[in-house]
């Protein structure tokens, strides 16, 4: 029989051994791991082979939820997507691979989530359920979304709810019942508080944690046995043979939490060797519980009571351990071991769809277990214990944690959700069409806080410097681009959020093409080019976008240039029998090289008349064209190859429209022998003057023509074979060129290639 051990007498023992481990003795004598000699290098799984492993349970785990009808309440959901701890276990696994392989399924799967409970916690309907660590589990993948695209109302709500919740985590004197007073609660609960001190300045949040997870600590850590009773009913339960009760799943929480926590604690926080000691004599003593297959019981003392698979506990376990491995917490010769062999069971419990399978289900004590269980926290640990394991080759990382890189803006809406149209306008394209206008036109109404809010820059025009010239007017100033986005760059996106846009730009010059969208939205659209005036050297087009009126000044730059139904600045078509005839917008897109010395991308035209069918010149062409803007010049390079239905040569027309800003004509001129065309608009009296010039190959110049909107330069190309240009454009309240002349010199002095591999 084994002699019972009162609560208190329990706590001071807790106490003790916390202060001992803290004040760095050594921690108690535990029974030593298996195999402490074997080699450093045992076995590493391969990364690329481990991926492959998580990539399919991701994969299969998001099938699957999204298969299941999302419930209005989701304190019991066990499969579909909830908020709940259920779900949540899995998105932390599931961002934490996102930032392996930026997979967008992926992260727009996350952000659905997070959008779809707006951002928010469960629990609100008592100051007890709002202190619930279980509803604060999804609060990672709010600050996950937040540390990539720094969006402020990502964690707003639950900064909200932390703030209110600090006084109660500190309470003094110790309250009789605990907030945290289950072992769980330390996954769920102090990774975020941990994590939103580093995301916000503010250590409140961390020390919050920190007082109340050594109260937890000191209730339920049993110091003979180094690990967590699941909460204080255990204590004293016994089974026969006088074997101590330690569930699996409630000690993988404790130590995974831990890990997360250590990830975001500063070096040099008061009680973090507290948390490295408890965390070394725990995978100690779990080490030597791993049983002969590799995994764990899932009562940790009492294997043979449950001699089935159970993988959620063990999955934790080798996350753990070979987390403290990869952060030079735990040593390597004597825990890798451990490792390979707890991981090479779990993937034998890899289910014929890709998911883990002997997931215990929700409870809060060990349970029979099947192979075929599974849960969204299951996938959650194993996603995070393969990603570990594929760090194994890798040098240590030291603690605490970079939060991830801010996503660039093309990626964060290539990765966020579209919502459906309004079921009003579904179905009908001039209802589509419509709708695209009118939010157009609500965008430009609307207050902006990024670009009007209190402490940004007024809406007046700064003197111009000496030399420079006067800036257009302004009605108010564009918010600065983030930290590490001001610098110069060559860049280019693709935009759906503005109907397909392609943008491009680097640290002189901005253009844009038009994509399928824009010709579905305002028929029949365009295939010209658009040119941009820009007065910064960074990239600015997407935030000039995004205050609605792209049309407007905002201090950057402006788009002030009207390309119409026309060829713009370096669009083309083929001419035939006295005629141009055009494609319509890009069908298919490729970007080779988003910078930052270049920016290059490939489009393809579906093929188009050229001549009426029924005559004998009558034909289909169709074109691939590549863009290449490098740094440090105004010329993009084109390399363009046309193909027929019909053999012989064609006659390209390369334009440049004649009444871009004004509604008279700039003035153009034409030197064939070198094949520059160059143009200076109409001076607008605030927005300014365009300049564009077009590069060609003097040998292949037929003729220079005039049309009711462009002027072309007729090239004579043959079908199949590839061919090149140059289009450049300035403003000349920009930064480099400020009249005419200074443009044309610029433009005479380039030497271009006209090779169509260079």
């Given at each position: 029989m084994v002699q019972a051990i009162s609560p208190l007498s329990r706590v001071l023992i807790a106490a003790l051994a916390s202060a001992t481990l803290g004040a760095g003795f050594a921690a108690p004598s535990l029974a030593a791991p298996a195999n402490p000699a074997a080699a450093t290098n045992a076995a590493v799984p391969a990364p690329d082979a481990v991926l492959a492993v998580l990539n399919r349970a991701n994969a299969a785990q998001i099938q699957a939820m999204r298969a299941e009808p999302i419930p209005v309440s989701t304190g019991g959901a066990v499969r579909e997507m909830s908020s709940n701890w259920v779900s949540a276990?899995?998105?932390?696994?599931?961002?934490?691979?996102?930032?392996?392989?930026?997979?967008?399924?992926?992260?727009?799967?996350?952000?659905?989530?997070?959008?779809h409970y707006n951002y928010g916690l469960r629990g609100s309907r008592s100051p007890k359920l709002m202190?619930?660590?279980?509803?604060?589990?999804?609060?990672?993948?709010?600050?996950?979304?937040?540390?990539?695209?720094?969006?402020?109302?990502?964690i707003m709500p639950l900064r909200q709810r932390l703030d209110w919740?600090?006084?109660?985590?500190?309470?003094?004197?110790?309250?009789?019942?605990?907030?945290?007073?289950?072992?769980?609660?330390?996954?769920?609960?102090?990774?975020?508080?941990?994590?939103?001190?580093?995301?916000?300045?503010?250590?409140?949040?961390?020390?919050?944690?920190?007082?109340?997870?050594?109260?937890?600590?000191?209730?339920?850590?049993?110091?003979?046995?180094?690990?967590y009773f699941r909460d204080e009913r255990f204590i004293e339960r016994r089974d026969d043979k006088g074997r101590k009760l330690f569930w699996s799943r409630g000690n993988g929480w404790v130590m995974a939490g831990m890990a997360r926590v250590l990830e975001s604690m500063p070096a040099d926080y008061g009680s973090r060797q507290r948390y490295v000691s408890t965390f070394q004599a725990m995978a100690r003593r779990?080490?030597?519980?791993?049983?002969?297959?590799?995994?764990?019981?899932?009562?940790?003392?009492?294997?043979?009571?449950?001699?089935?698979?159970?993988?959620?506990?063990?999955?934790?376990?080798?996350?753990?351990?070979?987390?403290?491995i990869n952060h030079g917490v735990l040593d390597r010769a004597t825990y890798l071991p451990h490792v390979t062999k707890g991981w090479a069971a779990l993937e034998a419990q890899v289910l014929p769809n890709g998911m883990i399978g002997a997931v215990q289900k929700t409870g809060d004590q060990p349970v029979p277990t099947a192979s075929t269980d599974i849960g969204p926290y299951g996938t959650g640990a194993f996603l995070l214990a393969g990603l570990e394991v594929m760090n194994l080759?890798?040098?240590?990382?030291?603690?605490?944690?970079?939060?991830?890189?801010?996503?660039?803006?093309?990626?964060?809406?290539?990765?966020?959700?579209?919502?459906?149209?309004?079921?009003?306008?579904?179905?009908?394209?001039?209802?589509?069409?419509?709708?695209?206008?009118?939010?157009?036109?609500?965008?430009?109404?609307?207050?902006?806080?990024?670009?009007?809010?209190?402490?940004?820059?007024?809406?007046?025009?700064?003197?111009?410097?000496?030399?420079q010239p006067i800036p257009p007017k302004m009605i108010y100033r564009m918010a600065p681009p983030p930290a590490g986005q001001d610098k110069p760059r060559a860049t280019?996106?693709?935009?759906?959020?503005?109907?397909?846009?392609?943008?491009?730009?680097?640290?002189?010059?901005?253009?844009?093409?038009?994509?399928?969208?824009?010709?579905?939205?305002?028929?029949?659209?365009?295939?010209?080019?658009?040119?941009?005036?820009?007065?910064?050297?960074?990239?600015?087009?997407?935030?000039?976008?995004?205050?609605?009126?792209?049309?407007?000044?905002?201090?950057?730059?402006?788009?002030?240039?009207?390309?119409g139904t026309f060829r713009g600045a370096g669009g083309l078509g083929v001419w035939d029998s006295g005629k141009l005839w055009v494609s319509r917008n890009w069908k298919s897109y490729k970007i080779l090289k988003d910078g930052p010395d270049a920016a290059s991308f490939k489009v393809d035209y579906a093929p188009w008349q050229v001549g009426a069918p029924e005559t004998k010149n009558g034909r289909k062409v169709w074109e691939s064209r590549t863009f290449t803007l490098p740094t440090g010049t105004n010329f993009t390079?084109?390399?363009?190859?046309?193909?027929?239905?019909?053999?012989?040569?064609?006659?390209?027309?390369?334009?440049?429209?004649?009444?871009?800003?004004?509604?008279?004509?700039?003035?153009?001129?034409?030197?064939?022998?070198?094949?520059?065309?160059?143009?200076?608009?109409?001076t607008d009296p605030d927005k300014g003057t365009m300049g564009l010039a077009l590069l060609v190959d003097p040998g292949q110049?037929?003729?220079?023509?005039?049309?009711?909107?462009?002027?072309?330069?007729?090239?004579?190309?043959?079908?199949?074979?590839?061919?090149?240009?140059?289009?450049?454009?300035?403003w000349d309240k920009g930064l480099d060129f400020h009249s005419k002349a200074e443009w044309e010199a610029y433009v005479q002095a380039q030497k271009p290639s006209f090779a169509p591999a260079k």
């Open positions: 276990t899995y998105y932390v696994g599931a961002a934490r691979l996102a930032r392996v392989t930026n997979d967008k399924d992926t992260l727009i799967f996350l952000s659905e989530a997070a959008e202190l619930n660590a279980d509803e604060w589990a999804i609060g990672d993948l709010y600050e996950e979304l937040y540390a990539r695209r720094v969006q402020p109302g990502v919740s600090i006084p109660h985590l500190t309470r003094t004197p110790i309250p009789q019942h605990l907030v945290w007073w289950w072992s769980d609660a330390l996954f769920m609960g102090p990774p975020v508080l941990a994590r939103m001190s580093v995301l916000t300045g503010d250590k409140a949040y961390l020390d919050a944690m920190d007082k109340q997870w050594w109260r937890t600590f000191a209730r339920l850590y049993d110091p003979d046995e180094s690990l779990v080490a030597g519980l791993q049983r002969a297959d590799g995994l764990w019981a899932s009562s940790l003392m009492q294997p043979d009571l449950f001699p089935e698979a159970e993988t959620s506990g063990s999955a934790f376990f080798v996350y753990a351990l070979a987390w403290g080759g890798k040098p240590s990382t030291a603690l605490p944690m970079a939060e991830p890189a801010q996503d660039a803006p093309e990626f964060i809406v290539a990765t966020t959700p579209t919502p459906a149209l309004p079921r009003t306008v579904q179905g009908s394209s001039e209802e589509i069409a419509r709708h695209a206008v009118e939010m157009k036109a609500v965008a430009a109404l609307a207050y902006d806080p990024l670009i009007e809010g209190p402490g940004l820059s007024p809406a007046t025009v700064p003197p111009a410097a000496p030399g280019v996106r693709y935009a759906p959020e503005r109907l397909d846009d392609i943008l491009w730009e680097n640290d002189r010059t901005a253009h844009r093409i038009y994509g399928p969208a824009l010709e579905a939205a305002e028929p029949p659209s365009t295939s010209g080019i658009d040119a941009w005036g820009k007065s910064v050297r960074y990239p600015f087009m997407t935030r000039q976008l995004r205050t609605g009126d792209q049309h407007a000044y905002h201090g950057e730059g402006i788009d002030y240039y009207n390309v390079r084109l390399v363009s190859t046309f193909q027929s239905d019909r053999k012989g040569p064609l006659t390209v027309a390369v334009g440049i429209t004649k009444k871009p800003t004004a509604k008279s004509p700039g003035t153009l001129d034409v030197d064939k022998a070198k094949g520059v065309i160059t143009f200076w608009d109409v110049i037929v003729d220079v023509v005039e049309t009711d909107s462009d002027w072309l330069v007729l090239l004579k190309v043959d079908p199949g074979k590839p061919f090149v240009y140059y289009m450049g454009a300035a």
